[in-house]
């Protein structure tokens, strides 16, 4: 008796499946997006408004979008636990947004991990002093502001808003970015971010992350860093 195989994606590789799925949906919560913005980032990212209609593919790239808006993944698909504290999730995140940014090639924990260990000569970053996890800061910094984000922050600015401020700046040298690139963005995403919030500064600087890397390297580029 020859059985059928069906390529519906809701019964394709279901354990892996499940886990992914429970993985967008625990993205979408950590990060705050409401309904209207998931759907948007959805079909953008996989062709379908809705997780229940991706394949395993589809949620992969799905997690891997989220992932570069900020999301920490759990259970099996989690990150390297990098250690150190608050510094070295500071310095993921800079991490990340250089990315984002296309100052670098590669946004993972493992190329982080190799770049401090250049940098610092330790062998995990959990390992780094405090003094190390400063310079490893300033290391970042300094290869965002030759990329034009600038890191330059007054003190006396209250934490919150000194984060804002960063965010608003990396959009701002993406777009800076697309527009030498002779493809200027448009729309919303280039208007007035005055009245932004921290997370839609943080969709803003994912969606334009797509545009800004599939453009070609700009000379000077650090790109491995």
């Given amino acids: 008796m020859k059985l059928a195989v069906s390529n519906h994606p809701q019964q394709v590789g279901s354990a892996p499946r499940q886990a992914l799925l429970a993985q967008v949906h625990i993205a979408r919560k950590q990060l705050a997006i409401d309904d209207d913005d998931y759907r948007e980032i959805m079909q953008r990212v996989t062709g379908h408004s809705s997780a229940k209609e991706c394949s395993v593919g589809e949620l992969r790239a799905a997690v891997s979008n989220f992932e570069r808006m900020g999301f920490r993944p759990t259970g099996a698909t989690r990150h390297r636990d990098l250690g150190g504290g608050t510094t070295i999730r ?17 946004g993972s924990d493992a190329a982080l991990e190799a770049f401090g ?8 970053l959990r390992w ?3 003094r190390d996890g400063f ?8 290869i965002a502001d030759r990329h034009g984000w600038e890191q330059r922050v007054s003190s006396r600015l209250p934490a919150a808003d000194r984060i804002r401020l960063l965010k608003d700046r990396l959009v701002g040298a993406q777009l800076a970015r697309l527009a030498r690139a002779g493809v200027p963005a448009t729309g919303l ?8 919030s921290e997370k839609r500064l943080e969709r803003a600087a994912a969606e334009l992350a797509d545009r800004v890397r599939s453009l070609p390297r700009e000379s000077g580029a650090d790109g491995g860093a």
Avoid at 135 to 142: D, F, S, V
Wanted: hydrophobic letters at 50%; aromatic letters at 6%; glycine letters at 4%.
């Fill in 189 to 196: 995403i280039a208007g007035d971010r005055a009245s932004w």
């Fill in 135 to 142: 310079r490893l800061i300033e290391a970042l910094k300094a």
């Fill in 128 to 130: 780094a002093s405090d």
């Fill in 90 to 106: 500071k310095a993921r995140a800079m991490w990340i947004s250089l990315y984002q940014l296309g100052a670098i090639d590669d």
């Fill in 117 to 124: 260990k250049r940098q610092l000569h330790v062998d995990r």
